[in-house]
């Protein structure tokens, strides 16, 4: 070896150590400042194509696990995207009842073990009671209203179900507006884009590099370093809509507040979900979702549908959680994670699942 050659080696080497052990010093730092608070949960999900729209889907056939200080749950992902440990065709079995589900990481279950969602568990109800029943979960990890209604029309109509659940919650008004598919022009529901993929491509290129996946499954600093990232981004992405959208709406709306927009937007959004639902004859449930506030002297909980009747009167059902919760939240259960992104536990789960099949067992 030249010594150039050895200069350049050595050189390498030293950078290399430098790298890792300033890595390990913020792994260190963040696992003793916040770690209880880090959450490692790699959101999978790949491009979808659904009619002439493009958004994403849980990564199909795959298998990965969450982690964070309250536990660690495994999620397994079906060939159609839902976590599912059993694949959906189109066409269903005659007698059977199928209902989909419409959500976000709630929906999805995040924080709980794959039997434990409040979908699974509503289907293991439902065949309790004597009911042939199939529950489909196609939540999605931040998923906006906006995507539900694409996946609806576009793809979850084919699997022939006779009732809609959607999960709503509080942060559901800011994702539509930062998906960008639908907007407000005098007024009525409008498409302006066919695809939403933020970072897909990005992300799955990263991905497929063993490193990156095992960080994104083990490393508290390469979570706060991605959480950071990622709620930037999504401010970002959330503003720049807002803006170009209430410029097009400029003519009919003289004030321009965002908060109004986005409520008026979601509005539309369940309206037309619901419409959909009408026309297909399915029964439509919303469930509203509360938010915990933890971080409250006293933790309290707060519905998510805003209290505009219109939101309610959407739906056939309007699913609220907060009495349902309320009583187990006075008697000291533990409802919420208290750690990680705060999501229900298997009881929330639970008890959401038997709610609504007592809906559904009347309806079906």
Not at 12 to 28: K, N, R
Not at 101 to 118: C, K, T
Not at 165 to 173: E, I, K, M, R, S
Not at 214 to 241: C, I
Request: hydrophobic residues 40%; glycine residues 8%.
């Amino acid at each position: 070896m030249t010594l150039l050659k050895r200069q350049w080696f050595f050189g390498g080497v030293t950078a290399l150590g430098v790298f890792l052990l300033a890595w390990l010093a913020g792994e260190a730092l963040v696992f003793f400042t916040c770690g209880k608070q880090i959450s490692m949960f790699p959101r999978y999900v790949a491009p979808a194509q659904y009619g002439e729209f493009r958004i994403r889907r849980n990564e199909p056939s795959s298998r990965y696990r969450h982690k964070s200080y309250d536990g660690q749950w495994e999620f397994r992902i079906n060939r159609q995207g839902f976590r599912a440990d059993r694949d959906f065709s189109y066409d269903k079995a005659p007698g059977v009842k199928r209902v989909l589900v419409l959500g976000d990481s709630f929906a999805a279950g995040y924080e709980v073990g794959q039997a434990d969602s409040f979908s699974a568990q509503l289907e293991i109800i439902l065949r309790g009671r004597g009911l042939s029943a199939e529950v489909i979960n196609s939540g999605v990890s931040g998923f906006s209203t906006a995507e539900e209604l694409v996946f609806l029309e576009q793809e979850g109509l084919k699997y022939h179900p006779d009732a809609v659940v959607l999960a709503y919650f509080t942060n559901d008004p800011e994702d539509n507006v930062r998906a960008g598919i639908y907007g407000l022009q005098a007024g009525r529901l409008t498409i302006l884009r066919k695809d939403y993929l933020p970072y897909v491509d990005v992300r799955g290129f990263l991905e497929k590099i063993p490193l990156y996946r095992w960080l994104g499954e083990n490393s508290y600093l390469h979570n706060y370093l991605n959480s950071a990232v990622t709620l930037y981004v999504k401010e970002f992405l959330r503003r720049k809509n807002a803006g170009a959208m209430m410029r097009a709406e400029a003519e009919a709306r003289q004030a321009e507040d965002i908060e109004a927009y986005q409520s008026d937007l979601t509005l539309a959004l369940l309206q037309k979900i619901a419409e959909v639902c009408r026309q297909n004859q399915l029964y439509f449930v919303l469930m509203d979702i509360p938010v915990m506030l933890l971080d409250q002297p006293v933790p309290e909980m707060i519905p998510s549908l805003p209290r505009d009747p219109r939101f309610h009167a959407a739906a056939d059902t309007t699913l609220e959680m907060l009495p349902v919760l309320g009583p187990y939240h006075a008697r000291g259960e533990i409802l919420y994670r208290p750690h990680g992104k705060r999501h229900w536990t298997e009881i929330s789960h639970r008890l959401a699942a038997e709610k609504l099949a007592d809906l559904m067992e009347k309806k079906l």
